[in-house]
């Protein structure tokens, strides 16, 4: 797990604008107005993986092999403290709307990155805003992926 989240981590910072890449430990929780990051971020977190015995390899250790599934979640972040409506000014709109094309930019790197040998790519699953009441605009991006021969 300690490679594929460090190998996450850096295709992600291939990304110009974002200012914070980290695991996900908790940093958008209950730390309002005093978030420990820097806008905008994107928390990276495996989030499930389930395993199968596919058989044995004599060679290898451990002996007994398992195929995974599993998801990574990425969540993007970002304070949105102004105005964007219809009479708001343009420069501003696009401003407060800049994360979802980060997101987007993420999503070219990401979709289809196979982040350890032996694992399959991620393929995007789902996409979530998650609403909150203290100005921090936050989007979870969840992908899939395979492992093979563990």
């Given at each position: 797990m300690k490679e594929f989240l460090e190998n996450t981590q850096v295709k992600i910072s291939e990304v110009i604008g974002i200012s914070y890449i980290d695991e996900d430990w908790g940093q958008l929780d209950d730390y309002s107005p005093n978030t420990p990051v820097k806008w905008p971020c994107c928390l990276i977190d495996v989030t499930n993986i389930e395993f199968s015995d596919i058989g044995r390899d004599k060679k290898a250790t451990p002996q007994n092999r398992q195929e995974g599934n599993g998801n990574m979640t990425l969540?993007?972040?970002?304070m949105k403290l102004t105005n964007t409506s219809?009479?708001?000014?343009?420069?501003?709109?696009?401003?407060?709307?800049?994360?979802?094309?980060?997101?987007?930019?993420?999503?070219?790197k990401i979709h289809g990155f196979a982040p350890v040998i032996g694992s399959g790519k991620l393929m995007r699953?789902?996409?979530?805003?998650?609403?909150?009441?203290?100005?921090?605009?936050?989007?979870?991006?969840?992908?899939?992926i395979g492992m093979h021969n563990l």
């Open positions: 969540t993007f972040a970002n219809f009479k708001a000014p343009q420069g501003q709109k696009d401003n407060a709307r800049a994360i979802l094309d980060l997101i987007e930019e993420v999503h070219g699953k789902s996409f979530k805003r998650v609403k909150r009441d203290d100005g921090i605009q936050q989007y979870q991006v969840v992908y899939t």
